[in-house]
């Protein structure tokens, strides 16, 4: 089984740009797609962002997905931050043997 | 409008059993898969088990395989979890989920809390 490791929490300031990272345990990133998932609080999950990089209808262009081969991570990155935006975010993936792995999630705050 | 309404949450002594429904409407409900994903208080989120579209093949979690159990019922529009031998671990907010390749559309939860 492989494993999806986010940092804790990030923080930054409105207006500003923020990076969050989804670094793969074992299995190439790039094999398997990658979503992620917004939750703000008191509220069900959310989709940001699917197939690594395509944002769902509705979703601002201020969020994009990337994927790293060589530190075989992933990334959501916000930019323009808004103070609604803060939330916890939740990436996402899978294998033939794991329907459904997520990340342990970060706590996004926006001050 | 999709919309996936979850039920049947509640208190539930340990090694007791319920079951949840999560009613889906606003699309077709017999071309997608389907998920239970559930998020004990202050955790984050735990895949528990997948169903395809006609119900023929079924996931499951290693912590819950063999005390869980997923169906559906596509003329109802119905995804169910029937929940056996329930533990204080299993004490969370149980989402259900849409999915075409990946999950896109989650419910609003439903809590079971497993306690004496």
């Known amino acids: 089984n492989f494993m999806l490791t986010q940092p804790h929490s990030v923080s930054e300031s409105p207006g500003k740009t923020v990076t969050i990272s989804c670094t793969r345990s074992s299995g190439s990133i790039a094999s398997n797609y990658v979503q992620w998932y917004q939750q703000r609080p008191g509220s069900s999950p959310t989709t940001v962002i699917y197939e690594d990089n395509q944002r769902p209808s509705g979703v601002p262009d201020r969020f994009s997905g990337s994927i790293d081969s060589s530190s075989n991570s992933a990334s959501l990155t916000i930019s323009g931050l808004k103070t609604e935006d803060e939330a916890d975010y939740y990436c996402?993936?899978?294998?033939?043997?794991?329907?459904?792995?997520f990340g342990g999630g970060t706590k996004l705050t926006v001050l | 409008e999709v919309q996936l309404v979850e039920s049947g949450g509640g208190l539930v002594q340990p090694g007791g059993s319920l079951r949840l429904s999560c009613a889906a409407s606003?699309?077709?409900?017999?071309?997608?898969?389907m998920h239970w994903v559930r998020q004990a208080p202050g955790k984050g989120l735990v895949w528990v088990s997948r169903?395809?579209?006609?119900?023929?093949?079924?996931s499951y979690a290693d912590s819950v395989k063999g005390r869980f159990t997923i169906s559906r019922d596509n003329a109802k529009n119905t995804l169910y979890l029937q929940m056996n031998s329930l533990r204080a671990e299993d004490t969370a907010v149980y989402y259900c989920a849409r999915a075409y390749e990946d999950i896109d559309y989650w419910g609003q939860g439903t809590l079971v809390t497993v306690s004496s």
């Open positions: 169903i395809n579209s006609d119900g023929s093949s079924t």
């Open positions: 996402q993936s899978y294998d033939s043997s794991n329907p459904v792995v």
């Open positions: 606003g699309f077709t409900f017999s071309s997608y898969w």
